[in-house]
């Protein structure tokens, strides 16, 4: 089957790029291709439109007068916040917290630390996904150093208490980072008003490219010493460092300034898609049952189905594009650590499939999707 036949509904792995953002690439590919540290035109044009994204990017989480840097990734962007400032502060403090429904790229990164000496607390979530920010509280003891909660799962949506957090961790004197990875663009996020002093995210979940990200630091309060991961060049105060990735950047501001110039329509128009997708199965058929909370990452939606694999469906229903859970643990063939944490068994998260929407679907799209996932599971259940 031609791809262009699919239905894509995997639109928290990674999404369309916006012709919008693809254009405004376009130029520094073939026209204003210099290098921005090049002390010529070429380069003078590219150093602009960096300086210029970085502008904006700044003015929309509030950090203008503050840091923010380019880097290759989210996830790059989630270890340097978070090994780069633990190796900075080791002789000081060597206590960690996060929550155990993260993002590998924040998992992975604690069990690095606690393998070269520092201390760790994973924290436990609720049926929904939700830490309670008390438990956090709770869990800061003098030698932390610093607490990473994502804004929005990946797999199940929730969207944490990050003001709460924020205020503990102000109050304790603790620095906090979040991964705004599946947030950003989709939500407000004044970094100074919700108290975070680091933010990691990326683009291509936004309707940008892949390969860049972005590290904001915010240094109202709080010093914020942070070591180098890589070593060659001076790019990025030498926190990222390498040839700055101009397209990219400018791809990156642009996706960003779509989603803020259009978040009111969008958010109505993604939150109907969902509605109209789930009401359409859960009238039609049995057995249906959402994880994690009623009021989630607005484009997303983690259901399980009785009786019913999601390798079934994904393998049988050759016309849809969607997945499991997410893209960066399925490679690994173990059950999602998000749906255990959650106190899912391993017969309910064989069952669970992830539906992701965007702009660039459309009502039809999604009522016909629905019906597809309705006649396979009417068919299976004979």
């Known amino acids: 089957m031609n ?46 439109a960096v300086e210029a994204s970085r502008l904006m990017i700044k003015k929309l989480f509030g950090i203008e007068d503050r840091e923010l840097y380019f880097t290759s990734s989210a996830t790059e962007s989630i270890n340097i916040a978070i090994m ?5 502060n080791f002789s000081i403090k060597k206590h960690l917290i996060t929550q155990a429904t993260e993002h590998p790229a924040v998992l992975e990164v604690f069990k690095s630390l606690e393998s070269l000496g520092f201390r760790t607390t994973v924290l436990d979530v609720d049926g929904q996904g939700f830490v309670d920010p008390q438990a956090i509280k709770n869990a800061i003891e003098p030698d932390t150093l610093l607490v990473s909660i994502m804004a929005a799962n990946n797999e199940i949506g929730t969207l944490q208490d990050l003001v709460s957090i924020g205020k503990i961790c102000e109050e304790m004197e603790v620095l906090f980072h979040s991964d705004l990875t599946q947030a950003a663009g989709r939500y407000a996020f004044n970094v100074s008003e919700i108290k975070l002093d ?19 630091l915010n240094k109202t309060t709080k010093k914020i010493r942070i070591n180098p991961l890589m070593y060659g060049g001076g790019q990025e105060n030498g926190l990222s460092p390498g040839t700055l990735n101009v397209p990219l950047i400018v791809g990156l501001s642009k996706a960003l300034e779509i989603c803020e110039e259009n978040r009111t329509g969008e958010t109505e128009f993604l ?6 997708f789930f009401t359409t199965l859960t009238e039609n058929i049995e057995g249906v049952h959402l994880n994690g909370p009623g009021i989630r990452l607005l484009n997303n939606l983690s259901l399980r189905f009785d009786n019913i694999s999601s390798n079934d469906l994904i393998n049988g229903i050759k016309t849809l594009a969607f997945s499991a859970g997410s893209a960066c643990a399925t490679g690994e063939g173990k059950p999602s650590h998000v749906l255990k944490a959650i106190g ?11 539906f992701g929407f965007s702009r660039f679907n459309s009502g039809h799209e999604i009522l016909t999707a629905a019906n597809e996932i309705v006649n396979f599971i009417k068919l299976k259940r004979k």
């Open 3 to 48: 791809k262009n036949n699919l239905i894509y509904l995997d639109n928290n792995s990674t999404t369309r790029v916006d012709p919008r953002v693809f254009d405004a690439m376009a130029p520094y590919f073939h026209e204003l291709y210099g290098n921005p540290s090049s002390p010529h035109r070429y380069g003078l044009e590219a150093s602009i």
């Open 84 to 88: 780069g400032t633990a190796f900075a």
């Open 198 to 216: 680091m933010i990691s995210g990326g683009a291509h979940k936004i309707h940008g490219p892949k390969g860049i990200g972005y590290l904001g």
């Open 271 to 276: 939150n109907g898609l969902r509605q109209l």
């Open 344 to 354: 899912l068994n391993d017969s309910q998260i064989k069952s669970t499939a992830r």
